[in-house]
């Protein structure tokens, strides 16, 4: 079966330092990736999606970047963190072909102070 | 560009009562339409989906859902509410783009 791993959890760092979340697919292959970042009552907003090994599209200009590395490794990352990047980010994984269901990561809770 | 709205913040409901939840999306074509449910501080899970057919679909839980075309609806049911029932519930649309598009949530709350 398939399984999503997010790491870290949780993470608590100072403005302006650098970031880096991790997110792996098990059990599939040539998966869709996807960050999102929820913020309270403002839902869910995509931030990068990946349909393949170095393919990224942004769909929020800020200062993330994602990088996919392997076929089922998605990174989201930053130089400098700001305050407003605090938020609970969520990878996501769908099969390639076709439009399927999203299957989420447990999340990882970003908290920049 | 393709929008979903989810008009409620938050529900309050008596268990055993029923239940509705609004979506209303914004797409020239027919979406590919879920509902998805979140319980504090995890992911998503997938209650149901809508891709053609039977305009009322089953999902998981009790739940349903029906899809109005006429009112780009597609809002979500429960005949009886359970206590466990008390989560945040995500309408989202798939234009067919590899983009899923989510409303804000609807936070809901179920009274002993």
């Known amino acids: 079966s398939q399984t999503i791993h997010q790491w870290p959890a949780t993470l608590v760092q100072p403005v302006g330092s650098p970031l880096s979340l991790e997110c792996t697919v098990e059990?599939?292959?040539?998966?869709?990736l996807y960050w999102y970042r929820q913020a309270a009552g403002r839902g869910l907003q995509l931030l990068f999606y990946?349909?393949?090994?170095?393919?990224i599209s942004s769909e929020v200009p800020q200062n993330l970047s994602a990088s996919r590395p392997q076929d089922r490794q998605f990174i989201l990352s930053s130089k400098k963190l700001l305050l407003s990047d605090s938020g609970f980010y969520l990878c996501?994984?769908?099969?390639?072909?076709?439009?399927?269901?999203?299957?989420f990561g447990e999340g990882s809770r970003l908290t920049v102070l | 560009a393709q929008s979903v709205t989810q008009p409620d913040i938050h529900i309050t409901v008596s268990e055993g009562a029923s239940l509705e939840l609004r979506c209303n999306y914004s797409?020239?074509?027919?979406?590919?339409l879920f509902w998805y449910v979140q319980s504090p501080g995890q992911g998503l899970q997938l209650l149901l989906k809508?891709?053609?057919?039977?305009?009322l679909v089953q999902g998981i839980k009790g739940f349903e859902a029906e899809f109005k075309r006429s009112q780009s609806s597609f809002n979500l049911r429960k005949p009886s509410v359970h206590w466990s029932d008390a989560a945040e519930y995500f309408c989202?649309?798939?234009?067919?783009?590899?983009?899923?598009?989510f409303g804000t949530g609807t936070r809901l709350k179920v009274l002993a």
């Open positions: 996501a994984w769908s099969v390639r072909a076709g439009t399927g269901e999203l299957f």
């Open positions: 059990g599939t292959s040539n998966p869709n």
């Open positions: 990946s349909v393949g090994i170095g393919q």
């Open positions: 797409y020239g074509a027919t979406p590919y």
């Open positions: 809508y891709f053609s057919g039977d305009t």
């Open positions: 989202a649309v798939d234009s067919g783009t590899y983009k899923y598009i």
